[in-house]
């Protein structure tokens, strides 16, 4: 039964099956209450990139606990939190160089969105506006929404949203002759409302938007739309929430697609999973406009958690790890890959696309595409029915795994598609 106190996030409690108990997870796999082992093939929401409970980082979390668990980090500061800044300075592209803590992907890009606004504020020259991307997904609080697209999910607050004007995201898969003809079009739309509007910033998920559909775009398209956001002297922001640490194949999106941009969010695998802790890096350009004797151009934001130090050596193990396994980030696209081929004729499937541990499929469906299509809820419970983790967006059936996977579970997987496939 479920709880008679409980309230899931993202669910519907009244037509929703009833949540599966986990007793336990061990690298990709979690084992349920009733002994049923099931592969997770997205990661747990995203964030478990070493699998599950990986006994590093518990030994890590262990060892901070008996030392120091949580600290005010106004007036204060710890080792765990300046290790975190030196590491990942040095693994960001040149500009990224001052780093601000939060707890959570929302809060990662509420503090960038702040920032940016502030960056123009504090110089006189204030910018309203935000210019973000048709498909967009940036997390559940209020600035997050807004730059966020609008969906069901906002739909009962929208009247409460700050106004952001959306542009079109050349998502591309494989086969797509179009792209090409796409971003051109895009990058001219977002040029002509750059040359009238004075923006604080352009916001985006590098190279994929993750919950509205695991799109990929190309590379070309962020460095022309680096070039134009310099041209007009605008910020760029990258949420990384997702695509950081791995996920596309190199440390970051953007050191894949060689673009630099003035404000980076960091969350999801930040931990390897374990701890909720998030990361807003900025430009020293923009530090220096907050840098003052005039107390009200400080940034005004915190959290209680601020840099927990739990969080903080979860995250120094995880990076040990990736930098341990970066070969295994680095060759996933490739294993990927060679198993995808098999369904490019696939009567069943469109619009295949893989970067990095990401692969995604579109469905065919007679009904209409989106979240609420029925067809993800099914591809969900034959999945589970085979002992794996699938959490189709709507008809986008998608894997995000660990980086840990073997070529055995690999095959396991892409063998239950196709199974699942032949059943719809
Ligand atoms: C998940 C996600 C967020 C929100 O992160 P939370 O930790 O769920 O608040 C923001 N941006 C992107 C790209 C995400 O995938």
């Not at 600290?71 to 590491?87: N, S, Y």
């Not at 993750?210 to 956001?229: E, S, Y």
């Not at 696939?346 to 469905?363: D, F, T, Y």
């Amino acid at each position: 039964m479920s709880h008679p106190h409980l309230w899931h996030p993202f669910t519907q409690a009244k037509t929703a099956s009833e949540p599966l108990r986990v007793k336990s997870g061990q690298g990709v796999w979690l084992t349920l209450a009733d002994s049923r082992q099931v592969l997770d093939c997205i990661s747990s929401w995203w964030v478990n990139i070493h699998g599950h409970a990986h006994p590093r980082i518990a030994a890590a979390i262990y060892q901070q606990a008996q030392v120091l668990e949580q600290v005010i980090f106004a007036g204060f500061t710890h080792e765990p939190a300046e290790q975190i800044a030196t590491r990942l300075v040095q693994r960001l592209p040149g500009e990224l160089s001052r780093v601000f803590f939060s707890d959570n992907g929302s809060t990662a890009v509420e503090v960038a969105l702040k920032m940016a606004y502030q960056y123009w504020h504090n110089q006189g020259e204030p910018r309203s506006r935000f210019l973000a991307f048709e498909g967009a997904y940036h997390g559940d609080t209020f600035g997050a929404m807004a730059v966020g697209a609008r969906s069901p999910f906002t739909a009962a607050f929208n009247d409460l949203l700050f106004q952001v004007d959306f542009a079109p995201f050349p998502a591309t898969y494989w086969g797509d002759e179009t792209v090409a003809q796409r971003e051109a079009e895009a990058i001219a739309a977002i040029e002509q409302k750059l040359a009238q509007g004075s923006y604080a910033a352009i916001v985006l998920e590098p190279l994929v938007q993750g919950a509205g559909g695991m799109r990929i775009c190309r590379p070309q398209f962020l460095q022309q739309l680096q070039a134009i956001a310099q041209k007009y002297d605008t910020l760029l922001i990258f949420d990384e929430v997702m695509t950081g640490f791995g996920r596309t194949g190199d440390w970051f999106a953007c050191t894949r697609a060689a673009v630099e941009p003035d404000i980076i969010c960091l969350s999801k695998g930040l931990t390897g999973g374990f701890l909720p802790l998030a990361l807003t890096i900025c430009s020293e350009k923009i530090y220096a406009a907050f840098y003052s004797d005039d107390a009200q151009k400080a940034l005004y934001h915190g959290h209680s958690f601020t840099a927990n130090p739990l969080g903080c050596a979860a995250a120094l193990a995880s990076l040990d790890l990736l930098t341990e396994t970066e070969a295994a980030f680095r060759g996933l696209e490739a294993r990927h890959c060679q198993r995808l081929v098999h369904l490019v004729d696939h009567p069943k499937v469109e619009h295949i696309r893989c970067l990095g541990a990401i692969a995604a499929m579109n469905v065919v469906t007679s009904a209409q595409p989106g979240y609420f299509n029925q067809i993800g809820l099914k591809i969900r419970q034959q999945a589970l029915d085979k002992g794996l983790l699938l959490r189709p967006l709507g008809n986008v059936l998608y894997l995000m795994l660990p980086y840990c996977i073997t070529d055995a579970e690999l095959d396991l997987i892409y063998t239950g598609i196709d199974e699942i496939l032949a059943m719809l």
